[in-house]
């Protein structure tokens, strides 16, 4: 019998990165990453991928409502946007041995 490891994945985005919509509804949006779910491979963005919510009637609130709230979109859907252009993300060491994201078109390093 396989024993499941629990591993941290690595994801090339982090939260705060500036993204852009690659396949979807929403293609060719870009957005802010407002929280990244590595287990899932998703991330909330901003402004991208609205869907509708309805709130059943309670005690604070006895009408209810529908709201149109942002849902995640998988990873593989998003790449980062440096200055005007899309770029795909890798990681290798940097000078002082630290494994560091780079862009891949560049080759600059990324915060």
């Not at 909330?44 to 309670?58: D, M, Q, R």
Request: net charge positive; hydrophobic share 40%.
């Amino acid at each position: 019998m396989a024993i499941k490891v629990n591993r941290k994945l690595k994801l090339h985005l982090k939260k705060g990165d500036t993204v852009k919509v690659l396949a979807g509804d929403d293609k060719g949006k870009t957005g802010k990453i407002l929280r990244v779910l590595p287990a899932a491979q998703r991330a909330l963005v901003e402004g991208v991928n609205f869907v509708t919510k309805h709130y059943k009637p309670s005690a604070q609130n006895t009408a209810g409502r529908i709201a149109k709230i942002e849902a995640p979109i998988h990873i593989s859907n998003l790449k980062l946007v440096l200055g005007t252009n899309a770029t795909r993300v890798g990681r290798k060491l940097n000078e002082s041995g630290k494994l560091q994201r780079f862009a891949k078109t560049t080759g600059e390093y990324i915060n």
